[in-house]
């Protein structure tokens, strides 16, 4: 496919306190484990000036030569590799980016990947059920819609999804098999529900839950946040930024982990977790968006930023 690279134009949300967070600095190294359209990469670029290096790392090859376009004033402070961030420690050591003095998470997908028919993940537009990061992955959102038995796929709705209506939308989306376009699903789903949502699309959840699904998106970032603490240098930052409840938990369950010294339940006497602290919590509360910004970008509405800095 050909891309209009100059067209291509993800906002990046909450820059300003990213950039903070991270306290770039001239002369260190950054990563950036959710690329993108490389708008928060960009700011870390200019920053981190003279001196400072940048890791990208995206699993979608469309935003990787997207972030190329946008990147290229920086091509020499920047690596850019087409992975999934649950490999971060490898990327790390392979690049020679080992220990870093800052990473950065964006979940989730950007509004390139949102606005394109052909990736599936709107529903709001009509096209394939594919929501693949990586096109070269073999399961799609049209294997689990079609075939998933539907216990099975209800308990994803509602799990993946937090969606209250999932066993009456998993009999609804069985009973129109085989389903084969976002539109189509989109008004299975709304017709289960009807308008019990008012603020949100009636599909929403159950697109959040089925993108979660086909990209294992809760396994992998459970894994990269381990990693990301092999990966930091001491006093280094740690700046995750979520959409949802299923994220934020785990980003913030972990960071308060490795905030302790013991992990040993409560009810025993004496430690014998031998846990390490490893981190201390730059902010006690998320960071959320200004009401000026979600005017400017309605998308970073749910956002919450979660700052840590390794000891
Ligand atoms: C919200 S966008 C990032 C936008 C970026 N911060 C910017 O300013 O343009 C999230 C990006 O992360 C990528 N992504 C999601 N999960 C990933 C994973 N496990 N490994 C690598 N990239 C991932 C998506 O393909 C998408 O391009």
Redesign the pocket.
């Known amino acids: 496919m050909s891309l209009a690279l100059d067209r291509m134009v993800?906002t990046?949300v909450l820059i300003s306190e990213v950039i903070q967070g991270l306290d770039v600095r001239p002369g260190k190294r950054y990563v950036?484990?959710?690329?993108?359209?490389?708008?928060?990469?960009a700011a870390i670029l200019s920053r981190c000036q003279p001196g400072g290096e940048l890791l990208g790392?995206?699993?979608?090859p469309e935003?990787i030569s997207i972030?190329q376009h946008n990147l290229y004033n920086y091509f020499e402070s920047t690596v850019i590799v087409n992975?999934?961030?649950?490999n971060l420690e490898q990327i790390c050591t392979e690049t020679g980016f080992m220990p870093v003095d800052g990473i950065l998470f964006?979940?989730?997908?950007?509004s390139?990947?949102l606005s394109s028919d052909e990736r599936g993940f709107s529903f709001q537009r009509s096209g394939p059920l594919d929501m693949r990061?990586n096109p070269d992955e073999q399961l799609t959102a049209a294997d689990i819609v079609n075939k998933m038995p539907e216990s099975k796929l209800a308990q994803l709705i509602f799990i993946y999804g937090e969606e209250s209506y999932a066993n009456r939308i998993a009999s609804n989306i069985v009973r129109h098999r085989p389903i084969s376009d976002t539109a189509e699903l989109a008004a299975i789903v709304s017709s289960s529900i009807g308008d019990r949502y008012s603020k949100i699309h009636p599909a929403t959840r159950t697109f959040q839950a089925l993108r979660i699904a086909v990209?294992r998106?809760l396994d992998?970032?459970t894994s990269?946040l381990e990693q990301s603490l092999k990966c930091l240098a001491p006093g280094g930052r740690l700046a995750v930024i979520s959409y949802h409840s299923l994220e934020d938990r785990i980003v913030k369950n972990f960071m308060l982990r490795e905030t302790r010294s013991c992990i040993c339940p409560s009810n025993i006497p004496e430690c014998r977790c031998h846990h390490q602290q490893q981190l201390t919590l730059i902010n006690k509360h998320p960071i959320t968006p200004t009401e000026t910004e979600i005017e400017i970008n309605p998308r970073s509405r749910s956002s919450k930023l979660r700052i840590a800095q390794r000891i």
Request: hydrophobic share 30%; proline share 3%.
């Open positions: 993800h990046p950036d484990c959710t690329l993108g359209g490389g708008g928060h990469s790392i995206d699993s979608d935003a972030a992975d999934n961030f649950y964006d979940l989730g997908l950007s390139l990947q990061f990209n998106e992998h970032l990269a």
